[in-house]
């Protein structure tokens, strides 16, 4: 099933239903007004909701209205937690500055997670809004999943199964900026989907489908998310329990989709500026400035848009 959060004037909005093909909604009031709720009783909770989901996908639905981005929040606005780290090797390989036979084996053996803001994401459709351009704005085009609890000491098969959703994600970096400071927000698409929504292509805790991402109406990235992921999400996960238990309604993301073949572009300007550094000795490719728009997307095999899509505008304050 396909579930967003609605802007109701609330920190938390109002959960609806959308359908499949992203055309319609329905309010999951009856159920449940938050996806907080839901991942807290997953097991009564969302066999309720994928029985809504049904009805909404057969026209049945008697309540249902045109499904609208414009009037989401991020799917979980608010998390316990939200850590993300590079799973893609290529990405820690440019960004160092090594190849990887010369890169510490610590940065193989695990995951490098870290802690971000939480306590407040922004929409699919908001405004960036940053106090200067003189940060280094940057993007990380990724995916993420929301959990249900994982027990400490959970094994990537078992942390896999505690895996409630998929999401889309854009983390706004200031690159010149420390890790504080640095990461002012993160946005997530409109929808968050389970699992199943993905096919065939959700495979061992990868996502094998192209991640598009397009800045100022040019498309600078088409990469696959699942083929150079070297940590998939269980992993990920697992790591993550190693000291402590994950409680429902964490969120984690597995850094910026990158690729081996830097042909395929690029889902952060930073890699890209590595790449021109290590070919010509310094970078040409600017970080973003106020007025540049990004566009973030995933589309399914049969071509439809599997969590809708990010679509933003850098800007300062009013």
């Known amino acids: 099933m ?11 909005g109002q959960l609806v239903v959308v359908s499949r093909d992203l055309s319609t909604a329905h309010y999951a009031t009856g159920i449940a007004n938050r996806l907080q709720q839901v991942l807290d009783d997953w097991r009564f909770m969302a066999p309720q909701l994928q029985d809504l989901y049904e009805l909404l996908n057969s026209g049945k639905a008697r309540h249902a209205f045109a499904f609208d981005p414009a009037r989401c929040m991020a799917p979980l606005p608010r998390a316990y937690q939200w850590v993300s780290g590079p799973a893609y ?3 820690i390989e440019r960004l160092g500055g090594l190849p990887a036979a010369d890169l ?11 802690q971000g803001r939480s306590d407040g ?11 200067s351009e003189a940060g280094g704005i940057d993007f990380e085009a990724q995916l993420a999943v929301i959990t249900g609890d994982v027990p400490m000491g959970a094994s990537p098969e078992q942390a896999l199964a505690g895996i409630r959703l998929l999401m889309l994600g854009s983390d706004i970096c200031l690159r010149s900026l420390g890790v504080l400071q640095g990461r002012p927000m993160t946005a997530f698409g409109p929808v968050a ?13 990868r996502l094998g489908l192209g991640l598009q991402t397009t800045w100022n109406g040019r498309k600078v990235g ?30 984690v993301g597995a850094g910026p989709v990158s690729h081996a073949d830097w042909r395929q572009g690029y889902n952060c300007i930073a890699e890209k500026r590595a790449v021109e550094t290590a070919d010509t000795g310094q970078p040409t490719t600017r970080f973003m400035q106020f007025g540049d728009t990004l566009r973030i997307e995933v589309k399914g095999k049969n071509g439809q848009s599997l969590f809708g899509a990010i679509e933003q505008e850098i800007t300062p304050p009013a």
């Open 193 to 205: 989907v389970t699992p199943d929504e993905a096919g065939d292509a959700w495979r061992q805790g």
């Open 2 to 12: 396909k579930l967003a959060t609605y802007k109701d004037a609330s920190r938390d």
């Open 121 to 131: 994401f922004i929409g699919p459709r908001d405004d960036v809004v940053l106090a």
């Open 222 to 251: 088409l990469c696959d998310a699942g083929e150079g992921m070297t940590f998939h999400f269980g992993q990920l996960l697992s790591h993550l329990c190693k000291t402590r238990p994950v409680s429902a309604g964490s969120i």
């Open 104 to 114: 510490p084996a610590g940065l193989y053996a695990e995951p490098l997670l870290r």
């Open 89 to 91: 090797a290529s990405h």
